[in-house]
Every structure is written in C-alpha cells, then in structure tokens.
C-alpha cells in the first residue's frame, strides 16, 4: 500500500470503503508527488493544495458517516486550465488571461464536485487549445512522461501527462479536433470524446461545433465513472443532451459479433510504417475476441479544408476587433491561424458547414454496416514538445493541425471516439488504437474498449518519470 498513486478510481472507491487507507493519507501522498515530478514534467500549472486537502476531509466524513458516498468521493483528479474554476486561476494558456480568477465554476466542475472528486490543480494546454501540443508563452511546454523532451500532445496534454504519470488516476480534457485522443495516444492512456454535447460546456469553446469534453483516465473502467458523473444536459448549454446512462454498469457486455471495419488510413491519410504495424496487429484482436473484422472505409475524401475553414474563422472572430491590438501577446502560431481565418468569407464558411453535413450523413450511411470502426488514433508518435506539429510524416508536410487526420473527422461528425494504448514503437514511445462508434451511441465505444482492455491490459505499463 505505499504505492497509492497507482491505484486506479475504482480500487480506490474500494480501499476508501474498507476503510484500508483514507482520502487524506491518499491526497497527501499524490500532492507529494506532483511536488517531486511536476517541475520536470509540467503537467500541473497551478497545484491547489489546501483545497485538495479540504475536499479529502470532508470526502474522509463521508466514508465514515454516509451509506453511499458520492461517487467519485476521494479520488484525486484534476480539471485543464481551460476549465473555469471559481477561486482558482485559469490562465487558459495565454498572456491575456494568465491572471485571471474566475467568480464561477464550469458546469463540469461543479459536478466533479458534487461527486466528491479531490482537485489537486489545473493541467496545462495551449493558449485557448488552439493546436496538439500544450506549450504556452505563459506556462512552457509539457513534457511526454514517456520520454522527456517530447511532446505530451494537446491541447489536454497536461491532463495526459498527469495521468500518465500517476499524478491522480482521472483528468478531464477538452477535444476540437483530437485534442483528448492526441495526448492520450502519446502518452499511453485512455481518453475518450464521447458524443458532441453529451457533457455541458460553459462558456462554450472557441471551436464550440467541434468540441467536446471527456475523461482522460489509466483504466476504461475510471473514464465510464467519470462520464457518468459528467454526462447530461445543463442549462448553461443549450446543445447538452439530457442522458441518464450508468455507462460504469454498461461496460460488462459482449463484443462477440459486433460488425468492425479497420481503416488504416481513412482512404488518404500518411502513417508512419511502425505505428501501421503496431494499431494493425491491435486492430485484428477483435478478430480473436469474436468480432466480424473487415478492412473499409466510407468513399469520402479527407475534410482537412471544412476543419481548417471552420477552425480558423472561429479564432479570427474571437479576436475580430481586438487582434491589432492583441497580436504581440499571441502564440505566433495561433496568430498565424487567426490571420488566415479572417481571409475566409461568410460564403466559405458557410460551404464548410454545408459540406459538414453531407460529410456526418457519409458516415451515418457508412455505419449502417458496422457497430465500429478502428483507424490509428494518431499517425506518429510524439514529435518534439514546443512544436506546433511534427513537420512531415513520412515525405508528406504537415500544417498546425492536419497531421491529426484520424481524430479531426469524428469532431466534425460528432460521432464518439475513443484512444485505447495498443503497443510501444522500439524507441519506447506509446501508440493509440482508435475505436469509433455511431452517432451517440458511446456505450458500444466504451464497452469495446473495456474487452480490449481485457485482451490486452495496458495500465500496469508506467513510465519511468524522475
């Protein structure tokens, strides 16, 4: 029992409720923790200490006194540093709001409260998450706990990193465009966007009709409790679905049967050879696990110009009339994206969501055949970290976000997906499978990823983080 930090959500909930070790010693234990590794890793930006002690305690009163202690009671998380969090600085990765205190809690927060979660601190990310890597102007960049001086990914990369690093079992990230499936395949957990609108946002995202909002955990098993907790509608969020699913009690059904297509490569995407091999031989587990394994893809072509068209309006009309005046304090790279963004007329956007459309209704049609698909969650492994993206992979140049072209097409869609890890490349860096499911339909994603995760465990494998 000294190694606290590696226990999971669920094995903790169970200690807590035998009353084998307490949220105090536990929340302790992890702060320690992040205080000997977090100055090398930075994946916490603000350490919240005395609150984390503060919620362990009342967390402690629950065990002892109530029958049924909230869900989440005692279990060490942390939120990003786009979250609002009332009384806790969220700086959002930008010099424009690195001091800001928020008066309010995010919806999400508040629930993650309620649920007796013990915050340890906010994680870091890029300035309004606007690319996949998590380094900012005010904070730095992110360390992959796998091998320091790369990336961690992003924009949740601090949240990856934490949790990759045992600093807390569960996280909560934000996804525009991969940017909980990125880090999470970088640095070897799970992470999972569940269906666009399932978990409330407020205020809404930059990228508010691309992005969403999900766990980033060690094990399938802590992401479906804290999905659980996260899910449904919010009035702060007009696009929230009402959901009352216990996806915790969901994950115990058979795969046996289900219809899967594996995609290598979405019919356009470059990869680099040893991730193919690697999420391929991860793919044909399902083969074995009873499933009906079949390569295909829809016949549709990469939506690179639809995301890039919306992405880019949507950060050059938050700095509309105030980028003059604003530019010297931006990322140069989120300047660059605002810059082009402003160049696009309300015509082309316009095309874009019209194109966006016909590209869900592509894949609704596709999935009428299948329950799943699989592709590579990313094309590489991690590049280095304080790079906006890897530059090429194979002979094929790379922009701010179009090497990510496994994880963009299911914002668009809207559609849950989720990175599960499947394997290490020989220079010791992880590599994610990705498990996509139907329009809303995230108990079948889930559920696929909890048999994989059984087939092949993952979460015992930690890096050696110092």
């Known amino acids: 029992m000294d190694d606290f930090h590696r226990l999971s959500a669920l094995e903790l909930i169970s200690f807590y409720k035998r009353r084998d070790i307490s949220p105090v010693e536990v929340t302790r234990a992890v702060l320690e923790r992040i205080g000997n ?23 402690e009163q629950a065990y002892a006194k109530e029958a049924t202690p909230p869900p989440l009671a005692g279990v060490p998380g942390s939120l990003k540093d786009l979250t609002s969090t009332k009384g806790v600085r969220t700086a959002k990765g930008s010099l424009l709001h690195k001091d800001w205190i928020p008066d309010y809690d995010a919806p999400l927060a508040e629930r993650l409260y309620d649920a007796g979660m013990v915050m340890l601190g906010k994680t870091n990310t890029p300035e309004l998450g606007w690319k996949g890597d998590s380094d900012n102007r005010v904070f730095g960049p992110t360390h992959n706990p796998w091998l320091h001086g790369k990336t961690a990914g992003g924009s949740s990369g601090g949240a990856a990193a934490a949790v990759a690093s045992c600093l807390g079992p569960i996280s909560q990230g934000t996804d525009g465009a991969g940017s909980i499936r990125i880090p999470a ?3 070897g957990t799970y992470g999972i966007k569940p269906s666009w609108g399932l978990v409330p946002q407020y205020p809404a995202s930059a990228v508010e009709l691309l992005s969403h909002v999900g766990p980033i955990t060690r094990t399938v098993g802590d992401a479906a409790l804290m999905l659980t907790v996260m899910a449904g509608a919010h009035p702060l ?8 699913i216990d996806y915790l009690g969901e994950l115990q059904g058979s ?14 995407a470059s990869v680099d050879s040893e991730v193919l091999a690697i999420v391929s031989k991860a793919a044909n587990r399902f083969s074995e696990m009873g499933c009906l394994l079949e390569e295909n893809h829809p016949p549709m072509p990469d939506t690179w110009e639809i995301l890039d068209t919306i992405w880019a309006s949507a950060f050059a009309g938050v700095y509309l009339d105030s980028l003059d005046q604003v530019r010297d304090d931006l990322d140069p790279g989120l300047l660059a994206v605002a810059e082009k963004g402003s160049k696009y007329t309300a015509a082309q956007l316009a095309r874009a969501n019209a194109l966006r459309i016909d ?21 590489v492994t991690a590049f280095q970290a304080g790079d906006d993206h890897p530059g090429q992979v194979n002979d094929r140049e790379t922009t701010y976000l179009s090497w990510t072209s496994f994880t963009y097409p299911f914002n668009i869609t809207g559609q849950p997906a989720a990175t599960v890890p499947c394997g290490f490349t020989q220079d010791g860096l992880p590599v994610g499978l990705q498990i996509v499911g139907k329009w809303r339909d995230d108990v079948s994603v889930l559920r696929a990823s909890a048999a994989f995760e059984e087939a092949a465990p993952w979460a015992d494998h930690h890096p050696l983080v110092t």
């Not at 590794?37 to 967390?59: G, Y």
């Not at 795969?255 to 356009?268: C, F, H, T």
């Not at 590209?359 to 094309?379: A, K």
Request: glycine share 4%.
């Open 37 to 59: 590794l977090n100055p090398n890793l930075n994946a916490f930006v603000t350490i919240t200490s005395d609150l984390a002690i503060e919620q362990a305690r009342v967390a």
């Open 185 to 187: 395949s970088f640095c």
């Open 237 to 244: 969020d007009r696009i929230s679905l009402p959901v009352e």
């Open 255 to 268: 795969v046996k049967g289900l219809r899967i297509a594996w995609s290598p490569d979405l019919g356009y």
């Open 359 to 379: 590209y869900y209704h592509g894949w609704r049609t596709f999935m009428e055949s299948y329950d799943l698909v699989l592709t590579p969650t990313l094309p």
